[in-house]
């Protein structure tokens, strides 16, 4: 069965740089999660969308931005990197039915590396 | 606000015990819950989910409970094994939002 692909898997940044990551969500689901874990901490929520509209949100730094495109792949868009975004960005999908969401899927997440 | 929180935070058994980690929530309004379990340094891998109309689901050797009206979950594992050996994180959906709140782990040593 298809799952959630996220790329790149390893991305190595300088500190001020720019970095993109990308989430293809299970075919059919409509809605995408963003999580932020960092070393030896549990996974945050920074953002979701539901029909490529923002439908939640969280601790998300203004420096960072995301969207969910017409594919209902999603891209974090993320600048002026600091050494604390080094963490492991996870993606998740799901199906949302009218008042209720299906079970979120993750993807293998993507390890970034702020020198 | 959710809150939650899992106890122990760390734990090491013999192979061969059967063990229980706990997952307490604060906000019983909750959507779901799931349990994952993630090695060193790589993704989550989802091993149970329970619905909040649900009270308990089992896969293998493991089964999860839920009481949403004390605000918690077990999860039980039987005759452990030192492959089990992980981080196990719990995850809850509050209704509404469906965004999911982590636990802060259990991280599990099974020894040979």
């Known amino acids: 069965a298809a799952g959630v692909i996220q790329s790149p898997r390893h991305l190595i940044k300088e500190k001020r740089e720019t970095a993109t990551l990308k989430c293809y969500p299970i075919p059919r689901h409509d809605t995408v999660y963003w999580y932020q874990q960092g070393p030896g901490q549990d996974p945050q929520f920074l953002i979701s969308f539901y029909e490529k509209m923002q439908s939640d949100k969280g601790s998300i730094p203004d420096r960072f931005s995301a969207q969910q495109f017409s594919d209902y792949h999603s891209e974090l868009n993320m600048s002026s990197l600091e050494l604390g975004d080094s963490a492991l960005y996870f993606c998740?999908?799901?199906?949302?039915?009218?008042?209720?969401?299906?079970?979120?899927?993750f993807g293998p997440g993507t390890r970034l590396t702020v020198l | 606000k959710q809150e939650v929180t899992q106890i122990p935070a760390a734990l090491s058994v013999p192979e061969g015990e059967n063990l229980v980690l706990n997952c307490s929530f604060t906000d019983s309004a909750i959507y779901n819950l799931q349990w994952f379990r993630q090695d060193p340094g790589k993704g989550l891998t989802s091993l149970l989910l329970?619905?909040?109309?649900?009270r308990e689901q089992t896969s293998g050797r493991l089964n999860a409970s839920l009481d949403k009206s004390s605000g918690r979950s077990t999860l039980y594992i039987a005759a452990s094994q030192p492959g089990d050996s992980a981080t196990y994180l719990c995850a809850v959906s509050t209704s509404g939002t469906y965004k999911y709140i982590f636990g802060t782990g259990t991280r599990l040593k099974v020894l040979a």
């Open positions: 998740a999908s799901s199906q949302f039915a009218g008042w209720s969401s299906d079970t979120q899927y």
């Open positions: 329970i619905q909040s109309s649900q």
